[in-house]
Nanobody, 123 residues
Framework: QIQVVESGGGLAQAGGALKLSCAVS????????IGWYRQTPGNERELVAT???????TYADSVKGRFNISTDNTKRTGYLQMNNLRPADTAVYYC?????????????????WGRGTQVTVSS
């Protein structure tokens, strides 16, 4: 059974830093894409950053220059280094891993979500 588990959330002061981790287990495949998303109460989940197996990175405008997404060599662990945190970064952060799903055919993929980790930034 494939699982995605986030860790590293917590409380930080404005201007501080946190590093989130995302561990993907139950598969031998590399994640095609690992993405970080965040959600606050009453709002839709929004994209924060993504990284592909080719290390192509994308970032939301609100985090460019402050956050850095990376993976380990297995491409089954992802990280989100968050620097210069702002109160507006307070949210539940979710990791999504896009993995090959050969049971549905070559080239098909499936998204797997973690349960999220809370990040709270105080002013």
């Amino acid at each position: 059974q494939i699982q995605v588990v986030e860790s590293g959330g917590g409380l930080a002061q404005a201007g501080g830093a946190l590093k989130l981790s995302c561990a993907v287990s139950g598969t031998r495949f590399q994640a095609n894409v690992i993405g970080w998303y965040r959600q606050t109460p009453g709002n839709e989940r929004e994209l924060v950053a993504t990284i592909t197996t080719a290390n192509v990175r994308t970032y939301a405008d609100s985090v460019k220059g402050r956050f850095n997404i990376s993976t380990d060599n297995t491409k089954r662990t992802g990280y989100l280094q968050m620097n210069n945190l702002r109160p507006a970064d307070t949210a539940v952060y979710y990791c999504k891993a896009t993995l090959p799903d050969l049971s549905r055919g070559l080239g098909r993929t499936m998204d797997y979500w973690g349960r999220g980790t809370q990040v709270t930034v105080s002013s």
